[in-house]
């Protein structure tokens, strides 16, 4: 007779339990071994708070993020962005420049005018060289022309939250 239990059964007292069936929701685990953690995943890459007037793009842009281990918030304008926002919230802002309401560059004096510490990388379709200037003299990592190539967005995302 086989004493080794079926896969979709729990072990009778004094089994070992095998594969999928080892654990079963509400077994208390020996004291002789640690009591296992969940795992932190390996893509967490950090929070992109993305401001941007393009809902298509939003939602685009929030696909490729979060495929690639970014937390995505999303929202429509500055305002929104504002009303939202905690200082003590972690993370970088993809910051669209043209919008309507308040600007890129708005929303930058504000944040700045209010010390939030919050890095921004700029993805416009709208840039001149003296509105790219004024964005990286007021503090910005990055200010890139939409659209933008994966590698070089991810690369200044990654910069931007090494900073937060």
């Known amino acids: ?86 200082p003590a919230h972690r993370g970088c802002l993809l910051l669209d420049m043209r919008m309507p309401g308040r600007s890129g560059l708005d929303l930058q004096s504000e944040l700045g005018r209010a010390c939030a510490d919050l890095p921004i990388v700029f993805l416009t379709g709208h840039a001149d060289a003296r509105t790219r200037q004024m964005a990286l003299e007021n503090g910005a990592v990055a200010f890139l022309q939409k659209p933008a190539r994966e590698p070089e967005l991810l690369e200044a995302l990654d910069r931007a939250l090494s900073r937060g």
């Open 1 to 86: 007779m086989n004493t080794r239990p079926r896969p979709d059964r729990r072990p009778e007292s004094g089994q070992l339990a095998e594969g999928p069936a080892a654990a079963v929701p509400g077994d208390a685990v020996p004291a002789s071994q640690p009591e296992p953690k969940a795992p932190i995943p390996s893509t967490e890459r950090g929070t992109v708070f993305l401001v941007d007037d393009d809902e298509a793009l939003r939602r685009a842009l929030n696909r490729l993020l979060t495929s690639c281990g970014f937390r995505v918030l999303s929202f429509g304008s500055a305002d929104e962005f504002l009303a939202e926002y905690e």
